[in-house]
């Protein structure tokens, strides 16, 4: 309940290192989109998500975070 909650207040949603297969923790990205909240998927692989996404990062997460890193959102 306490991740539902998180989306349902965050600002930016980041999913990493995740398949997005399995859930309620798959859910969690649609909250978020209905919400109209940007989302990041930072996975090795294509997810179903990845349509929701304002920004898919594809490489190993050490790579990813350091490209978020360097984004400017507002």
């Keep these: 309940r306490q991740a539902v909650e998180a989306t349902e207040e965050c ?5 990493a290192g995740t398949s ?3 859930y ?3 859910g969690l990205v649609e909250i ?8 990041i998927i930072a996975s ?3 997810t ?4 929701l ?7 190993p997460l050490a790579t ?7 984004l400017e959102f507002g």
Aim: hydrophobic share 60%.
């Design 24 to 26: 309620p923790a798959a």
């Design 64 to 70: 990813a975070f350091a490209s978020i890193d360097r």
């Design 32 to 39: 978020a989109h209905q919400r109209g909240v940007e989302i």
């Design 53 to 59: 996404a304002s920004l898919t990062i594809r490489a």
């Design 11 to 15: 600002d930016l949603f980041l999913a």
């Design 20 to 22: 997005l297969l399995v």
């Design 44 to 46: 090795i692989a294509p």
């Design 48 to 51: 179903a998500m990845d349509g």
